[in-house]
């Protein structure tokens, strides 16, 4: 199974840049989609930007023109440019990928994004 590495969180100050990386252990073509989640304590998963495997790329409304998500199949790695960050934007960042509606989602570790104001 394809498993997913998440790095790149960071403790910034509002109006700061992270930028957050997936590699996958294996293709990242396994995978229909790629997505980005965060997650605060108490709260669930919220879908933060997802890419398809042929690029088409999807926002929440909350990080339009701030993030942007993209990808590099040959180096099997997806990235998110957070910029602009704000302190509702702190948050651990998941790497997620879609296979299959038959087969569960694979999840990363996932990465500390702190954005202090």
């Known amino acids: 199974q394809v498993q997913l590495v998440e790095s790149g969180g960071d403790s910034v100050q509002s109006g700061g840049s992270l930028r957050l990386s997936c590699v996958a252990s294996?293709?990242?073509?396994?995978?229909?989609?790629v997505s980005w989640y965060r997650q605060v304590p108490g709260k669930e998963h919220e879908l933060v930007a997802s890419?398809?495997?042929?690029?088409?790329?999807k926002y929440a409304n909350s990080v339009k023109g701030r993030f942007t998500i993209s990808r590099d199949n040959a180096q099997n790695t997806v990235w998110l440019q957070m910029n602009g960050l704000k302190p509702e934007d702190t948050a651990k960042y998941y790497c997620?990928?879609?296979?299959?509606?038959?087969?569960?989602?694979?999840w990363g570790q996932g990465t500390q994004v702190t954005v202090s104001s």
């Open positions: 997620s990928g879609f296979t299959s509606l038959l087969v569960a989602r694979s």
């Open positions: 294996g293709s990242i073509l396994t995978f229909k989609d």
């Open positions: 890419i398809r495997d042929r690029g088409t790329t």
